[in-house]
């Protein structure tokens, strides 16, 4: 049996990985920055897909409870131009093909599948540098350290671990998000309510856009999205809700109130999110005693596939390290090979935001949409 996984990171891959590892008895200790389980919002929907995200699942020995997380009904799209015109709206087909889940809710339901203790909050790593063949030293913002082997990296878009195997870094990918929540929608926000739908709407123009779903409990999460340089909104006191909420809300003048009430009407504080990326194909050589998963290993700008790809980076490593007790090393290989694949597979076909928000918005989005077996991406997390 391999010694105690180091895993860096509590998001869905990582939280996958301990779990499967715990399932074959494998030991593993999950460090997070975070302070707790609740410090943030964990994202809005994730629809769970029948090629990655939900075998995974399986391989964690959770799909009864994913069954009992899936938000019925929101499997429906609509399509409106800046008007606030109905383009296209598509039902739920009651296939169940990419059900619908709540991240906060699923993230939850990983922890709840640990034994206690297996993730250690309050845990930001500031340096991981490599101390003989196959272990790495981790330091920790309070200067703690642990000797780790074999070590993997969850840690999303901005890994300590990764400069360890690769010294690329994430780019800007041209697209600032505005994130806001209208909660009791059908109650307190009725039109807002109406003009979001049963499950998720697009309202697109070239160079923005306004992506909304209906979480439970009639929560309305809305991104604003914008096609802006990075340096937008620089100077500008991001928690001055009311300068942030108009700055934003002058983005979309001449659209219909129904939509800009999406931002003007939200019952949290803005916050802002730019968007960025890794290069399509990025990989490395096998360095002993260490890989990657997940946004740390293939970031890419959100296309729907991400959170799945991560749980199924998580399940099929915890899957290779107990079918190679003995060789860690050829464990930590297959993985990546198989990695590389998949996510070389899903960045050939991510160019979601030319789509959404392209020259041709709304109408390129608008034929996707009718496209054969084609669904919605989800929102960044």
Request: hydrophobic share 40%.
């Amino acid at each position: 049996m391999p010694t105690s996984v180091t895993i860096i990171g509590a998001g869905l891959g990582g939280l996958v990985l301990a779990r499967v590892l715990h399932v074959h008895g494998i030991p593993a200790t999950v460090y997070e920055a975070e302070p707790s389980p609740d410090a943030r919002r964990q994202g809005g929907l994730l629809d769970i897909h029948p090629r990655n995200g939900r075998p995974a699942l399986e391989a964690a020995g959770l799909a009864e409870e994913f069954r009992g997380l899936v938000l019925p009904g929101r499997e429906s799209y609509r399509i409106l131009d800046q008007a606030g015109t109905v383009l296209l709206d598509l039902p739920d087909d009651g296939t169940g093909q990419r059900p619908e889940v709540s991240r906060g809710a699923l993230r939850q339901t990983l922890l709840d599948a640990l034994p206690p203790g297996t993730v250690r909050w309050g845990h930001e790593v500031t340096e991981v540098r490599a101390l003989d063949e196959s272990r790495h030293e981790v330091t920790f913002a309070d200067g703690t350290t642990v000797v780790a082997s074999p070590l993997v990296g969850a840690d999303g878009a901005w890994s300590r671990v990764r400069p360890v195997l690769s010294g690329v870094t994430p780019d800007y990918v041209g697209v600032s998000v505005v994130e806001t929540f209208l909660f009791d929608g059908d109650t307190r926000h009725p039109t807002a309510a109406e003009v979001v739908g049963a499950g998720s709407m697009f309202a697109l123009a070239p160079g923005r856009g306004l992506l909304g779903h209906r979480e439970g409990g009639g929560t309305l999460h809305v991104y604003a999205q914008l096609t802006k340089p990075e340096d937008w909104l620089a100077g500008l006191d991001l928690t001055d809700a009311a300068t942030l909420t108009a700055r934003v809300v002058k983005e979309y003048d001449g659209w219909a109130p129904e939509l800009t009430a999406l931002i003007t009407d939200s019952d949290t504080p803005p916050v802002l999110r730019r968007l960025f990326t890794l290069p399509a194909g990025h990989r490395w050589d096998r360095v002993p005693g260490v890989t990657l998963l997940g946004d740390a290993a293939h970031l890419r700008p959100p296309n729907g596939e991400g959170a799945n790809l991560a749980m199924l980076d998580g399940a099929t490593l915890g899957q290779a390290l107990a079918a190679h007790p003995d060789d860690v090393e050829a464990a930590l290989a297959e993985h990546e090979q198989g990695m590389f694949s998949r996510a070389g597979v899903v960045a050939a076909d991510d160019d979601m935001y030319t789509i959404m928000i392209g020259d041709d918005a709304p109408h390129s989005m608008l034929a996707l949409m009718t496209g054969a077996g084609q669904a919605a991406p989800s929102p960044p997390s």
